[in-house]
Each structure stands twice: as structure tokens, then as C-alpha cells.
T-cell receptor, first 111, second 113 residues
């Protein structure tokens, strides 16, 4: 099993509030979990990642949580701004193997 | 540092035509990936290489798609006889075997009419 499930597919939140995206993976050997942001017409860009030896990582307003037992990880964007509107993708990777992506979440920030 | 370079940026074909996409990864990156990204969906892995060797091509439609990386640097993805269902953005990405981050090119947006 190499699937990565991502929910929700569409997320609308008020500016200034938090947004949360959840992913689950099947391969218990996965040890690297990046999050990508993709704006229209652009390539996916890495915004934050977490390795399996960590449970939590924060970069400014971005927080990633990893629950290895449940094989779930999540992205939380605090104090959302209009510039956070974009597609977001989670992914999972084992060692330097293939990177498997979730289906994506379209995040819209309402002013 | 130059990023991953892809060409062309756009392609429009009629069904049955052939097309090739070219990718120049970041210098020194030994792992190269090709992804297909349909509109509003996540990237789906087609094939990936370590140096010149194919590591996994299980999701590559082998009857019409082929990919090569003969010298372990640049790579070409070819669609022999395009179908409307091939309409998508084709993303090339690269990484260093001893690293973790995967870097993406801007992609080639293919439309098959």
C-alpha cells in the first residue's frame, strides 16, 4: 500500500483563523513527510516537512504534526492571510524512494 | 543555483500525435522523477530514475509512454500516440540521494484535443 489520503479537498476559512489539513498513509516504512503549496500555473513548492523521528515541527505560522502509530500527519496554518490561498499537497516518502502525493486541498481565505 | 528546467512549457496536440518533454534536473541530483498532474489533482508518479537506471515505472502506460535518462542527467518523456485523457501538466522533479527535499520544475501543460 502506497496511497496517501488527504482531506478535505476544499477548505474555506475566515482570514485570521486557522486552517487544518489531514493526511494518512499506508506504508509504515515511510519516514519523510513534506507539504507543498502550489499556486495557479506554478510548480509545487516545499513549505514545511517532518521526518519520522519528530512528532511536531513549526515554521512561523505553519505547524506539522505526525502520529506514526496512527499513520497520520497534519498541517495547521495559524492566522491565515489572503496569500495563503492555494492548493496544498501532502506527501510521503520512504528513505530516498518515491514521493507519493495526496489528492490536494484547495484552500480559500475569506476576507 | 539553477532549478529544474523543463521544456516546452505548453503543448497542444491532436489525438494520435506524438510529443516529447525534456527535463534538466538540478546539477548533482541523481534522482529524477516524472509526474502527471491532471487539473485540480495531486501529482501522480509515472516513473523515476536513479542516475540512468529506472527504479520504478509501474505507473507508466508502457504501450504509449516511454522515458529515458541515458547519461544520468537530462531526461526525456515521450508520448507516442496521445489521447484526450493524457491532458495534464507533466512535472519533472529531482533530488539528491543523500538528501530529502524534492525540487519541481514548472511543468509542461499538455492539451490533447
Amino acid at each position: 500500500g502506497e496511497q496517501v489520503e488527504q482531506l478535505p479537498s476544499i477548505l474555506r476559512v475566515q482570514e485570521g483563523s486557522s486552517a487544518s489539513i489531514n493526511c494518512s498513509y499506508e506504508d509504515s516504512a515511510s519516514n519523510y513527510f513534506p507539504w507543498y503549496k502550489q499556486e495557479p500555473g506554478e510548480n509545487p513548492k516545499l513549505i514545511i516537512d517532518i521526518r519520522s523521528n519528530m512528532e511536531r515541527k513549526q515554521i512561523q505560522e505553519l505547524i506539522v504534526l505526525l502520529d506514526k502509530k496512527a499513520k497520520r500527519f497534519s498541517l495547521h496554518i495559524t492566522d491565515t492571510q489572503p496569500g495563503d490561498s492555494a492548493m496544498y499537497f501532502c506527501a510521503a516518502r520512504y528513505n530516498q524512494g518515491k514521493l507519493i502525493f495526496g489528492q490536494g486541498t484547495k484552500l480559500s481565505i475569506k476576507p | 543555483e539553477a532549478g529544474v528546467t523543463q521544456s516546452p512549457r505548453y503543448a497542444v496536440l491532436q489525438e494520435g500525435q506524438a510529443v516529447s518533454f525534456w527535463c534538466d534536473p538540478i546539477s548533482g541530483h541523481d534522482t529524477l522523477y516524472w509526474y502527471q498532474q491532471p487539473r485540480d489533482q495531486g501529482p501522480q508518479l509515472l516513473v523515476y530514475f536513479r542516475d540512468e537506471a529506472v527504479i520504478d515505472n509501474s505507473q507508466l502506460p508502457s504501450d504509449r509512454f516511454s522515458a529515458v535518462r541515458p547519461k544520468g542527467t537530462n531526461s526525456t518523456l515521450k508520448i507516442q500516440s496521445a489521447k484526450q485523457g493524457d491532458t495534464a501538466t507533466y512535472l519533472c522533479a529531482s533530488s539528491w540521494d543523500r538528501g530529502t527535499e524534492v525540487f519541481f520544475g514548472k511543468g509542461t501543460r499538455l492539451t490533447v484535443v
